[in-house]
T-cell receptor
Framework: DGGITQSPKYLFRKEGQNVTLSCEQN?????MYWYRQDPGQGLRLIYY???????QKGDIAEGYSVSREKKESFPLTVTSAQKNPTAFYLC?????????????FGPGTRLLVL | GQQLNQSPQSMFIQEGEDVSMNCTSS?????WLWYKQDPGEGPVLLIA?????ELTSNGRLTAQFGITRKDSFLNISASIPSDVGIYFC????????????FGPGTRLSVLP
């Protein structure tokens, strides 16, 4: 099956702890994205990567970090500097040039703070 | 960053009714995408639009890319209970490079 997988589905973080959310895709897409979703709001872009070994900050990158060592993988670390991490995190990937692109989402990871 | 405007914010309809919702922006977009999201799940792509004036259908769903390139519309015909969920629009335009911006969603409830 082609698609995007995220793990875990639920994640609990203690105060001062860093946690890492996994995102893997086997769609052979070049671009990958991380979004944060809060209740009643649209998706906000955290980080994105257009190619391997390169990534850019989105609108709300503070307190988060990413890496893109492989085309298939784009893990997101929520650091202790992120003071309000409770949210639903969505990973996405896309193909195509601007103007003909399509973006697909993974099933999401819900992060809760203990 | 900018977000799109979606209306209505929520709607309650009777099963069998048709539904219309729209998405607007102050910027011109080259691509419009429509998604449906069920609770606790990731958004699922419904329809992609790439050309001003384009009208595309996917079963009972029809979406249109507005002529002004600043809006898009989604219609659902003969709604059924499984249509319940949140519908998001997303736009991609020159102002945002290859990234998409998202609307806040329209929450649809279908009454039996």
């Amino acid at each position: 099956d082609g698609g995007i997988t995220q793990s875990p589905k639920y994640l609990f973080r203690k105060e001062g702890q860093n946690v890492t959310l996994s995102c893997e895709q086997n769609l052979n897409h070049d671009a990958m994205y991380w979004y944060r979703q809060d209740p009643g709001q649209g998706l906000r872009l955290i980080y994105y990567s257009q190619i391997v070994n390169d990534f850019q900050k989105g609108d709300i990158a503070e307190g988060y970090s990413v890496s893109r060592e492989k085309k298939e993988s784009f893990p997101l670390t929520v650091t202790s500097a992120q003071k309000n991490p409770t949210a639903f995190y969505l990973c996405a990937s896309s193909f195509g040039l601007a103007g003909v692109a399509t973006q697909y989402f993974g099933p999401g990871t819900r992060l809760l703070v203990l | 960053g900018q977000q799109l405007n979606q209306s209505p914010q929520s709607m309650f309809i009777q099963e069998g009714e048709d539904v219309s919702m729209n998405c607007t922006s102050s910027s011109i977009f080259n691509t419009w995408l429509w998604y449906k999201q069920d609770p606790g799940e990731g958004p699922v792509l419904l329809i992609a639009l790439y050309k001003a004036g384009e009208l595309t259908s996917n079963g009972r769903l029809t979406a249109q890319f507005g002529i002004t390139r600043k809006d898009s519309f989604l219609n659902i015909s003969a709604s059924i209970p499984s249509d319940v969920g949140i519908y998001f629009c997303a736009g991609q335009g020159r102002n945002y490079g290859q990234n998409f911006v998202f609307g806040p969603g329209t929450r649809l409830s279908v009454l039996p």
